[in-house]
């Protein structure tokens, strides 16, 4: 097919190449604009950006898609279809419209459930017990639209990272297999019951509550893993959480119970069993102990 490919981050960069393997033509990759980041706050192009153009694809990154003249230029490509993977701007109804079979977005939740950013990390927040992605023909309204395949998987356990990367490997397998007889998914309009709002992530939710449960520490853990990174505060300085335990304890919420970093919980207690301090590696509990004696009763915030 005629394709052209809108996506952004690491998780559409596994779909783009797999839409390249099966032969289909990619006639050019829509992408958000380059942003500054690093210490240094270069100019720096997304993830698919860089794959597409390292396939010889064109790259066009319009700062939005309301512009008449991006639009002529996108139904100038004169495409079978659009194929959508965290893309990360709103396609008008024009857009929509413009390829001969629509748009098709992988989205990383099992719909109705959890339309919006940040699908992964608020499943993992919530304790969902199991997550999947959804091929949906694209409609006006977040998330809205109906769909055509969908596969599942369990969430126990998994990071974000880990999350999404299967969701992507799974989510370019679905739609390739759409792409090969679309006629045989017909699009299934979705639940009109148990919509939830997956909001874009505040870096300030990654600060470890010890207010709550134990349980839901972990999972913040979890699901800030590998950004932004759940962390704590000691003496002015963050420290990354990147994998941790739920155990049993009990003591004042934010304070050590032991010599070994266990933090006590409102309910139950937190052991980190990685962790990473600024312009570190990371490194076990054990190695960071050696050389920053975090004692019993300390408090953490």
Not at 39 to 60: D, Q
Not at 126 to 144: F, S
């Amino acid at each position: 097919m005629r394709i052209i490919f809108m996506g952004t981050p690491d998780f559409a960069v596994l779909i783009l190449q797999a839409l390249v393997d099966a032969g289909h033509d990619v006639v050019a990759a829509y992408s958000q604009p380059p942003r500054r980041a690093g210490r240094g706050k270069a100019l720096t192009s997304s993830p698919v950006h860089r794959l597409a153009e390292s396939l010889g694809i064109e790259v066009r990154t319009p700062e939005r898609l309301r512009h008449p003249v991006v639009q002529a230029d996108f139904a100038a490509l004169d495409a079978d279809v659009a194929v959508v993977a965290a893309y990360g701007l709103l396609l008008p109804q024009v857009v929509l419209d413009a390829p001969r079979l629509g748009c098709l977005n992988v989205h990383g939740s099992l719909l109705p459930r959890w339309r919006g950013a940040a699908p992964i990390q608020r499943a993992i927040l919530a304790g969902d017990e199991e997550t999947g992605v959804g091929i949906m023909q694209m409609a006006a309204g977040m998330d809205t639209g109906p769909v055509r395949l969908e596969g599942r998987t369990p969430v126990a356990g998994k990071t974000a990272g880990e999350l999404a990367g299967e969701l992507s490997a799974m989510g370019a397998r679905l739609m390739l297999e759409v792409l090969a007889d679309p006629d045989a998914y017909p699009p299934v309009a979705q639940a009109s019951e148990g919509m939830t709002h997956a909001a874009k992530i505040d870096k300030a939710e990654a600060r470890l509550r010890f207010d709550g449960s134990a349980v839901q520490a972990e999972r913040q853990v979890r699901a800030f893993n590998p950004a932004p990174g759940a962390f704590f505060e000691l003496n002015g300085e963050r420290v990354r959480v990147l994998a941790a335990e739920v155990v049993d304890g009990a003591g004042t919420p934010g304070v050590t119970i032991d010599d070994a970093l266990t933090i006590a919980c409102a309910e139950g207690a937190l052991r980190p069993t990685l962790v990473q301090r600024a312009g570190r590696g990371a490194m076990t509990p054990r190695e960071l102990l050696r050389g920053f004696a975090i004692p019993a009763g300390t408090r953490v915030a």
